[in-house]
C-alpha cells in the first residue's frame, strides 16, 4: 500500500514526540483517522464526547507535561467547536496544535457544505502560524514550522488538511525550485539577561527593606531558585492562580495566591512591601499590588510582551526564571529584615487559622469551605489537582495547601466553564500513575461535565492507578456569577438566569459503571472524600452546599460594600440567608471555631 499525505502526517508528530492526540471522528478527517489506525500501536487517540473537551484536553496535557498538546478535528462545526479549547491554551501560553481537517480543494470556496473560511477562523487564536496545505511536498513544512513555533513561542499553531489531499500519496519536495525542505526538532537554551541587566535588577532588589515576591506558571520549574531567593532577601512570596504548585503552601512565608480569590496575608504583603520581584506572572488585577510609586520594581519574564505591563519596573528582564535567579542570587546581599519576615509569617499562620475555622462555619445544608478544606487535609502525595472556574476556583485557591511535588491548573486567562474535567482526564493520560482530582461546580458538569465522564468510563481501565475524583459543587447556582452580580453590579440575585436544576451526579456516574456518592451531611464530607480517594474507580462526589456562603475578598472596598447593600436592599430573594452566612463568615475569621 502506497504511503498517504495521512500515514506521513502521523509519522512525522511521532517523531516531534507526540504520544497521543485528542479529538472525535468526522469525514472531513477521514484519510487521517484511517491512516491513525494503522499507528496505533505507538500513537493514542482519546475519543471525547465534543471537539471543546479535545482541545481543553490538549490545553490540559501541556500544563502537566511542558510538552505540546495535540488536538484533531474534523471540517466545518468540528472546527468551530475547537475554538474555545485553543482560546484557553492561548491565552495561558501553552503550546498546542489543532490538526483540521477541510472540504476538498476542487469545492472550496463554491459555498459547498461545511465549507468555511478556515484561515480567517483560526487566524486570530492561532495568530503564530496557521496555514492550509494544498500538494503534498508542502505538507512536511507546515507540520514542522506549526510543532518548532508552538514549542519556541508557546503559541497555538493549526495546519489545515483538505480531505482530498489526506488521501494522496506522499510526495517529498523535490530539488526543483520554488521547494523546500525541512526537519524535525529544536532544542531551546534557557535564556539569560546580560550581567549588566543582572546588576541592576541586583541593585534595586538589595536595596529594599520590605520585599515581596510575586510568581506565576513561569516560576513552576524554579521553585528551588524561587525559595532561596526569598531566603536572602528575607521576602514573602505571593501566588497568582496559576504559580499555585510554584511554591509549596508548607513555607511558612508562602503567603498563597493573590487577588480576588487570594488571601488577606498576600494583601498585606503588596500593601506593606517598598520593593516588587514578579517573576513569570501577567497577574491583571493592579488594584492588588503596590500603588504606583510605592515600591521599587523588577521583573523577570520570558515573554518581553508581559514585561512591565501591569507595574511601572525599574529593571524588566527577559529570561528564564529559574536560570536568570540563579544568576542573580550572587549577586544578592543577603539581608536581615527580621521584623518584616516575622510579620509575614504571623500572617501566614493567622491566614490558614482563619481558613480553617471559615471552612467550619454553619452554612445549609454544607458550607463549600469545609469541602475543600477537609480535602486539602488528604490530598495524595503527587496528585494532580484542577479547578474548574467558579466558586469552585475560590476554595481552590485558599484552601489547598498543595506540598512539592503537587500540580494543579486552571483556566487562568480565558476562566472558561468546563475545564476542569477534561484537564483531569488529560492528566490522567500524561500520569496514568497518579490520582488526579477535579473540582467542578454543577454549572460546568451540567454545561460538558456529564457528557465526560463518559470518556472516563471508556477509558479508565487503561490507568495505571484508576483514583480519577471528580468533586461536584451542587449548590444548584451559578453561584460566582450571582455574586459579582451582587457585589459588582448590585443587582439581586435573578432566579431565571441563576437557578440550576439539582440532579443525581453520582446516580449518573454509577449507571456509567463508575462510583459515586451523594453527600448533604456536614459531617460526612471527610468520610466522602476518603471513600472517593480510596475507590477502585473513578468516582463522583456530588456535595450538596449552600451557594450563600460568601465568597468575601481579602480586601472589601466600599463600592463593593455598597454593591452588595444595593442588591439586598433591592429585593434579593436569598437576601436573609445571604446576610447570615455573611455574618457568620465574617465572624469565622474574627473568632477561632473553638471558642464560639
Not at 540563579?326 to 499562620?349: C, F, M, Q, Y
Request: glycine content about 8%.
Amino acid at each position: 500500500m502506497a504511503r498517504t499525505v495521512s500515514d506521513f502526517i502521523w509519522t512525522r508528530l511521532h517523531d516531534w514526540g507526540v504520544k497521543r492526540v485528542y479529538g472525535y471522528p468526522g469525514d472531513g478527517i477521514g484519510g487521517l483517522i484511517a491512516a491513525l489506525q494503522r499507528r496505533e500501536d505507538d500513537l493514542e487517540f482519546v475519543q471525547v464526547r465534543h471537539e471543546e473537551a479535545a482541545s481543553l484536553m490538549a490545553s490540559g496535557e501541556t500544563r502537566f507535561t511542558g510538552e505540546v498538546g495535540v488536538c484533531i478535528a474534523t471540517s466545518g462545526p468540528g472546527a468551530v467547536h475547537l475554538l474555545n479549547g485553543l482560546y484557553d491554551a492561548r491565552l495561558d501560553h501553552r503550546p498546542v496544535v489543532a490538526i483540521v481537517g477541510q472540504q476538498a480543494r476542487s469545492a472550496m470556496g463554491s459555498h459547498y457544505q461545511q465549507d468555511l473560511d478556515l484561515q480567517s477562523l483560526f487566524k486570530d487564536v492561532a495568530g503564530a502560524y496557521v496555514e492550509t496545505a494544498s500538494v503534498p511536498a508542502q505538507v512536511p513544512h507546515l507540520i514542522d514550522r506549526a510543532f518548532r513555533i508552538a514549542i519556541a513561542e508557546r503559541r497555538v499553531t493549526c495546519v489545515i488538511l483538505p480531505n482530498d489531499l489526506q488521501l494522496e500519496e506522499m510526495v517529498e519536495p523535490s530539488q526543483e525550485h520554488g521547494m523546500t525542505h525541512s526537519g524535525v526538532g529544536i532544542e531551546l537554551s534557557p535564556v539569560v539577561p546580560a550581567a549588566t541587566a543582572l546588576q541592576r535588577a541586583a541593585d534595586v532588589l538589595n536595596a529594599g527593606e520590605k520585599v515581596a515576591i510575586l510568581v506565576g506558571a513561569g516560576a513552576i520549574k524554579a521553585t528551588d531558585a524561587v525559595l532561596a531567593t526569598a531566603e536572602k532577601l528575607k521576602a514573602g512570596i505571593a501566588k497568582a492562580l496559576l504559580g499555585k504548585a510554584a511554591v509549596p503552601d508548607d513555607v511558612s512565608f508562602c503567603t498563597g495566591s493573590i487577588g480576588l480569590l487570594g488571601t488577606k496575608a498576600s494583601w498585606d504583603l503588596m500593601q506593606g512591601c517598598d520593593t516588587l520581584l514578579m517573576i513569570g506572572s501577567g497577574f491583571p488585577y493592579t488594584e492588588f499590588l503596590p500603588k504606583p510609586g510605592q515600591a521599587r520594581g523588577v521583573q523577570i519574564d520570558i515573554d518581553a510582551g508581559m514585561l512591565g505591563l501591569r507595574y511601572p519596573m525599574e529593571v524588566n528582564l527577559i529570561g528564564d526564571a529559574a536560570a536568570t535567579l540563579e544568576a542573580l542570587l550572587p549577586l544578592l546581599k543577603p539581608k536581615t529584615a527580621d521584623d518584616w519576615r516575622a510579620t509575614i509569617e504571623a500572617n501566614v499562620s493567622d491566614g490558614w487559622q482563619e481558613v480553617a475555622d471559615s471552612a467550619m462555619v454553619e452554612a445549609s445544608p454544607i458550607n463549600p469551605q469545609r469541602v475543600a478544606s477537609e480535602l486539602s487535609e488528604r490530598l495524595p502525595e503527587r496528585c494532580i489537582v484542577t479547578a474548574d472556574s467558579g466558586t469552585t476556583t475560590v476554595w481552590y485557591a485558599r484552601h489547598l495547601r498543595f506540598r512539592r511535588g503537587m500540580m494543579g491548573s486552571v483556566s487562568g486567562t480565558l476562566a472558561t466553564m468546563g475545564c476542569a474535567i477534561p484537564y483531569a482526564v488529560a492528566a490522567k493520560f500524561a500520569h496514568p500513575d497518579r490520582p488526579a482530582i477535579a473540582l467542578v461546580g454543577d454549572g460546568a458538569m451540567q454545561m460538558n461535565g456529564i457528557t465526560e465522564l463518559v470518556t472516563i468510563a471508556k477509558y479508565w481501565k487503561r490507568w495505571a492507578d484508576p483514583r480519577l475524583v471528580i468533586m461536584v459543587l451542587n449548590n444548584r447556582e451559578l453561584a460566582y456569577v450571582t455574586w459579582e452580580e451582587r457585589i459588582q453590579a448590585g443587582d439581586p440575585k435573578w432566579p431565571a438566569s441563576q437557578e440550576l436544576p439539582d440532579l443525581p451526579y453520582a446516580e449518573i456516574a454509577k449507571l456509567m459503571g463508575l462510583s459515586g456518592r451523594r453527600v448533604e451531611d456536614p459531617e460526612q464530607v471527610g468520610p466522602a472524600w476518603d471513600e472517593a480517594l480510596a475507590s477502585d474507580r473513578p468516582f463522583v462526589l456530588d456535595m450538596v452546599t449552600d451557594p450563600n456562603v460568601p465568597p468575601l475578598p481579602p480586601h472589601i472596598t466600599f463600592a463593593q460594600a455598597r454593591g452588595l447593600a444595593g442588591a439586598l436592599a433591592a429585593g434579593d430573594p436569598d437576601a436573609g440567608s445571604v446576610i447570615a452566612n455573611t455574618a457568620r463568615s465574617l465572624l469565622g475569621t474574627l473568632l477561632p471555631t473553638q471558642k464560639r
